[in-house]
């Protein structure tokens, strides 16, 4: 047989696989009561990779969320074989199904920088970098035992909290993972070292939904969230609200050492994980072990898991990652998820973090956004689309670039001027501050990654 004539026979039979696959998930969505509303189905081989992707309508799929749970994922590839099922896509949603042997992932992966209103977690086995808008991300469970790259996961979060300008509730009861950001300006309660400081942190949370609850009845629109508010906060003239980022690191720990599952940090917690998304609050349950009836009480509100290395095939089982239990030891920061597959998370320099934590340090300004900055101040601190426009950015760029920058409180409108752009006094503060938090540590080579929004 000719090289030609065996690639033609692998690709028949891909093709079988691929029209197999087609039939059956339309079937496990009717089955769960969902519209298997696909709109096309796409067969592709690029470096290597075969992949089928099943791309779905969304003006006919309802409320996005019913779609992209990760129990749904598993129904789904266990359905086909076991073949797993990826999300993919950033504008719309799109099934991935990997048909070929998957390719190895990098034994590091820098972090390449804060990329504003996204998170940016790793690089997946696809070669491409996961990058997921807040709003997006929800809640996360992370596990991990010492070394194998939770707490630098953690810390990474943070990280780029920071530079988004959020607020933060943090926990770390060892003391091992936030020791350089007690005292920070962005907490909102002192950093927890104890269960009964934990339930302090949460305790606090619950509070400010409670007052984001008030807020969000004094302007128009009825907001449903964060986005929503800000929107409307800035057409009324009202200052908008930072998003709010809760680590509790050794969760497992504290609610055991709390009354357990059903104990007042697990039940506060559990209210908290169910009112937090609507109010701009994303939390992350971090521990080295988790048990079955702890992960039983927030297992409905976690967006994914990231299960590293773990002490066995029950943990893993526990946090819905059961794959994890197969990471080598050699394997730092490479975590299986239940939404994105393998990711080989980003790296980040603790030094960064310690110098983000420093007294009078503020969030850095990207190269691009002092750019935008002082070009404003250089047209007596006026923005406009014209402006942004003649930076290179094109007309939805620059719109968006100034609704966001109103969001964060950076540029408001001034009636005395027909209500033109101006930037404030808090971004003159970031413009004049040092830039302690580097927005990159090595960046990626584009050869490497591909960003992908999810």
Same mark, same amino acid.
């Given at each position: 047989?000719?090289?030609?004539?065996?690639?033609?026979? !692998?690709?028949?039979?891909?093709?079988?696989?691929?029209?197999? &696959?087609? #039939?059956?998930?339309?079937?496990?969505?009717?089955?769960?009561?969902?519209?298997?509303?696909?709109?096309?189905?796409? @067969?592709?081989?690029?470096?290597?990779?075969?992949?089928?992707?099943?791309?779905?309508?969304?003006?006919?799929?309802?409320?996005?969320?019913?779609?992209?749970?990760? %129990?749904?994922?598993?129904?789904?590839?266990?359905? &086909?074989?076991?073949?797993?099922?990826?999300?993919?896509?950033?504008?719309?949603?799109?099934?991935?199904?990997?048909?070929?042997?998957?390719?190895?992932?990098?034994?590091?992966?820098? /972090?390449?920088? =804060?990329?504003?209103?996204?998170?940016?977690?790793?690089?997946?086995?696809?070669?491409?970098?996961?990058?997921?808008?807040?709003?997006?991300?929800?809640?996360?469970?992370?596990?991990? #035992?010492?070394?194998?790259?939770?707490?630098?996961?953690?810390?990474?979060?943070?990280?780029?909290?920071?530079?988004?300008?959020?607020?933060?509730?943090?926990?770390?009861? %060892?003391?091992?993972?936030?020791?350089?950001?007690?005292?920070?300006?962005?907490?909102?309660?002192?950093?927890?070292?104890?269960?009964?400081?934990?339930?302090?942190?949460?305790?606090?949370?619950?509070?400010?939904?409670?007052?984001?609850?008030?807020?969000?009845?004094?302007?128009?629109?009825?907001?449903?969230?964060?986005?929503?508010?800000?929107?409307?906060? =800035?057409?009324?003239?009202?200052?908008?609200?930072?998003?709010?980022? $809760?680590?509790?690191?050794?969760?497992?720990?504290?609610?055991?050492?709390?009354?357990?599952?059903?104990?007042? @940090?697990?039940?506060?917690?559990?209210?908290?994980?169910?009112?937090?998304?609507?109010?701009?609050?994303?939390?992350?349950?971090?521990?080295?072990? /988790?048990?079955?009836?702890? $992960?039983?009480?927030?297992?409905?509100?976690?967006?994914?898991? /990231?299960?590293?290395?773990?002490?066995?095939?029950?943990?893993?089982?526990?946090?819905?990652?059961?794959?994890? =239990?197969? &990471?080598?030891?050699?394997?730092?920061?490479?975590?299986?998820?239940?939404?994105?597959?393998?990711?080989?998370?980003?790296?980040?320099?603790?030094? @960064?973090?310690?110098?983000?934590?420093?007294?009078?340090?503020?969030?850095?300004?990207?190269?691009?956004?002092?750019?935008?900055?002082?070009?404003?101040?250089?047209?007596?601190?006026?923005?406009? &689309?014209?402006?942004?426009?003649?930076?290179?950015?094109?007309?939805?760029?620059?719109? #968006?670039?100034?609704?966001?920058?109103?969001?964060?409180?950076? =540029?408001?409108?001034?009636?005395?001027?027909?209500?033109?752009?101006? !930037?404030?006094?808090?971004?003159?503060?970031?413009?004049?501050?040092?830039?302690?938090?580097?927005?990159?540590?090595?960046?990626? #080579?584009?050869?490497?990654?591909?960003?992908?929004?999810?």
């Amino acid at each position: 047989m000719s090289n030609n004539e065996e690639q033609l026979q !692998i690709s028949r039979s891909r093709l079988r696989e691929a029209e197999a &696959i087609a #039939k059956r998930l339309p079937d496990v969505l009717q089955r769960r009561g969902l519209r298997p509303a696909f709109s096309d189905w796409l @067969l592709t081989a690029e470096h290597g990779l075969t992949w089928l992707f099943g791309v779905l309508d969304l003006r006919r799929v309802g409320r996005l969320e019913q779609y992209t749970q990760p %129990d749904l994922l598993h129904h789904l590839s266990t359905a &086909i074989g076991g073949r797993p099922v990826y999300l993919s896509n950033s504008s719309g949603l799109r099934y991935a199904v990997l048909l070929s042997a998957p390719p190895r992932l990098p034994r590091r992966v820098d /972090f390449p920088g =804060v990329q504003r209103g996204s998170a940016v977690l790793g690089q997946r086995a696809t070669g491409e970098l996961l990058r997921v808008p807040w709003e997006r991300l929800g809640h996360l469970l992370v596990a991990g #035992k010492t070394g194998a790259g939770k707490s630098s996961f953690d810390r990474l979060l943070v990280y780029q909290a920071l530079a988004e300008g959020c607020q933060l509730l943090l926990a770390d009861l %060892d003391g091992a993972t936030f020791p350089m950001l007690a005292g920070h300006s962005a907490l909102l309660a002192p950093l927890a070292r104890s269960p009964e400081a934990m339930l302090t942190v949460v305790e606090r949370a619950l509070g400010e939904c409670d007052h984001r609850a008030s807020v969000y009845g004094q302007v128009g629109g009825f907001p449903e969230n964060l986005a929503e508010y800000n929107a409307a906060a =800035v057409r009324e003239g009202v200052a908008p609200l930072a998003r709010v980022l $809760v680590v509790l690191d050794e969760y497992n720990a504290a609610v055991l050492g709390s009354g357990g599952a059903n104990g007042p @940090l697990s039940t506060a917690v559990a209210a908290l994980g169910w009112r937090g998304r609507k109010f701009g609050l994303n939390l992350v349950f971090s521990a080295q072990d /988790f048990t079955k009836a702890v $992960v039983g009480r927030v297992r409905d509100q976690v967006g994914a898991a /990231f299960c590293f290395r773990v002490r066995g095939a029950e943990v893993a089982r526990a946090v819905g990652c059961p794959a994890a =239990v197969r &990471i080598p030891e050699a394997r730092p920061g490479l975590a299986v998820t239940d939404r994105w597959g393998p990711v080989q998370t980003c790296y980040l320099d603790k030094t @960064l973090l310690v110098q983000a934590g420093r007294p009078g340090v503020r969030p850095a300004l990207s190269a691009e956004e002092q750019e935008l900055a002082e070009a404003a101040l250089e047209n007596g601190g006026r923005l406009s &689309i014209p402006l942004l426009r003649e930076s290179g950015l094109s007309e939805w760029q620059a719109r #968006k670039t100034l609704t966001d920058w109103e969001q964060r409180g950076w =540029v408001r409108r001034d009636p005395q001027h027909d209500n033109a752009r101006y !930037i404030t006094a808090k971004l003159h503060g970031l413009l004049s501050s040092p830039q302690a938090a580097h927005t990159a540590s090595s960046p990626l #080579k584009p050869s490497q990654t591909v960003a992908m929004e999810v």
